[in-house]
């Protein structure tokens, strides 16, 4: 498994927008997604959702307006 760039925890996702693409841990990302700086295009790593549903209730990018 890959580690995260920014601290060398395991990455859960990879950021598929840069090359090579660039792996993070759930921490850095969600700190990023906190920011207004989210990864959008990424792989998850680990097969599970946790990034997917912090990405989802933190980031108006990929909230749905009306």
Request: aromatic content about 6%.
């Amino acid at each position: 498994m890959a580690d995260c760039t920014q601290c060398s925890a395991p990455a859960v996702i990879e950021d598929i927008d840069v090359q090579p693409p660039q792996p993070w841990c759930l921490g850095c990302a969600t700190a990023l997604v906190r920011a207004g700086d989210p990864v959008i295009n990424y792989r998850s790593l680990n097969g599970g959702s946790e990034y997917q549903r912090i990405l989802a209730g933190g980031s108006t990018q990929v909230l749905p307006f009306g």
